[in-house]
């Protein structure tokens, strides 16, 4: 059923993202990534970080520390809003793993090559998450490559990956001389000053304004014939608003009748900002996500994602590193923390929680507690696998398998 198309926050999860980043080798995954956690680093102490060699000591950070490489999930701030980027293996080898990433995110930013448009390996990790559901944005990647073209990338997605792809961005130049977006919600020109990360926002370049308009009026169409509450909202208004067309996206991105498309140049640095602010935008928080279902004696349950429910959490992967054995959880349900007892509900084993980190590039935190949507790694399980389901001994529940795209069945 359609949600109603402006909602209120009513809860801190509201600003939760859990999201992964989904690619065919090569298109840009890792440095997507990379700058993603270097722009909202950067964001903290701007001003203070400018001099463009952060992926480099970011990676000689990374190997001091020697908690991130081993992140199957790193936590970033971004204009208030925690995003919990969980890592998905680009090879399809590790078919498994995927699925198993895409379990515990919430949505996905897919990443393609603007020369290259859809490729095998991206039709096939789309697959995955279509039957999982994942609400996706995309992310057409390397627009200063020779050859790129946005048009070409966006017709590849409609007719490779059959879903209604939603340009909301013009680029501004192209190839070497690719330096901005028109942004046709705002109907803005965002540029990137050479050397910059954060964009400068000004007037639409005269040249694109009739080009822009007409992508805009593209865009609402398409919105309207696939919305009908906002074709209703769009008719009440003089002309149709940022605001009114934003949340008829993030409507149609949840229920995955279409894909926000943006663009940009990872490698330069260029669209980053706005494909955070779009991921805030349109993809889910765990409150916008459906309840998580698991076994409890045979039967079914659900678990809605409320700190004060009882605990259930999935282990989705175990590293063992220097600071000992980290398994990385999403807690669905209940509250999880330091100190706690909980029982593995599939050995039915107890296990110690001895400290949650949140890991974050190049460094991690102790936090005492982590609550219902969030993802923490922890140390101090003795036995708990990839797979396991951690609850309160006083409500045992195990979540379905991992790799099960099937709704549970009961097992009793
Ligand atoms: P992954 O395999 O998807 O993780 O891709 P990577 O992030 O490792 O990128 C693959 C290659 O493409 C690397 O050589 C990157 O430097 C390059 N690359 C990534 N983003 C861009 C971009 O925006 N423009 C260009 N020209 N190259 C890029």
């Given amino acids: 059923m359609r949600t109603e198309l402006h909602r209120q926050p009513t809860s801190p999860l509201t600003a939760v993202r859990n999201l992964g980043i989904l690619a065919h080798v090569d298109a840009g995954k890792t440095t997507v990534t990379e700058r993603i956690l270097y722009l909202t680093g950067a964001v903290h102490k701007r001003g203070e970080v400018h001099d463009g060699t952060t992926v480099t000591d970011y990676d000689s950070q990374e190997r001091d520390r020697g908690i991130t490489i081993f992140a199957a999930a790193v936590s970033c701030t971004w204009d208030g809003h925690r995003i919990n980027l969980i890592d998905t293996p680009g090879h399809v080898d590790f078919s498994d793993e995927v699925e198993r990433s895409l379990r515990v995110l919430d949505g996905a930013i897919a990443v393609f090559d603007a020369v290259a448009g859809v490729e095998p390996q991206s039709e096939s990790v789309w697959r995955q998450a279509d039957r999982h559901g994942v609400p996706r944005i995309a992310f057409v990647n390397k627009l200063d490559r020779a050859g790129a073209d946005l048009d070409a990338a966006v017709a590849s997605i409609r007719d490779r990956l059959h879903t209604v792809p939603l340009a909301v961005q013009l680029p501004i130049g192209s190839e070497d001389g690719f330096t901005g977006v028109v942004d046709l919600l705002r109907m803005r020109a965002l540029v990137w000053a050479d050397g910059r990360d954060t964009y400068e926002e000004g007037q639409v370049p005269d040249g694109l304004r009739e080009e822009a308009r007409r992508r ?197």
């Fill in 216 to 412: 805009r009026r593209l865009l609402e169409e398409t919105v309207a014939e696939l919305h009908p509450a906002a074709l209703e909202e769009f008719c009440a208004e003089s002309s149709v608003s940022e605001r009114t067309l934003t949340a008829a996206l993030r409507d149609l991105t949840r229920t995955g009748e279409a894909v926000v498309v943006l663009c940009g140049s990872a490698y330069r640095n260029r669209g980053i900002e706005p494909l955070l602010e779009a991921a805030v935008a349109f993809l889910p928080s765990p409150l916008d996500v459906p309840p998580v279902r698991g076994t409890l004696d045979g039967a079914v349950q659900e678990r809605a994602a409320d700190p004060a429910a009882p605990l259930a959490a999935l282990v989705f992967k175990v590293n063992s590193t220097d600071t000992g054995r980290l398994a990385f959880l999403r807690v669905y349900s209940g509250t999880i923390r330091k100190g706690d007892t909980v029982l593995d509900a599939g050995t039915r084993r107890h296990e110690r929680i001895g400290r949650i980190l949140r890991v974050q590039a190049g460094r991690h935190s102790d936090v005492d507690t982590a609550v219902a949507g969030d993802i923490v790694a922890v140390i101090g399980l003795k036995a708990a696998r990839t797979g396991a389901t951690l609850c309160a001994p006083a409500a045992p529940l195990v979540l379905e398998p991992p790799t099960s795209a099937d709704p549970v069945v009961s097992v009793a």
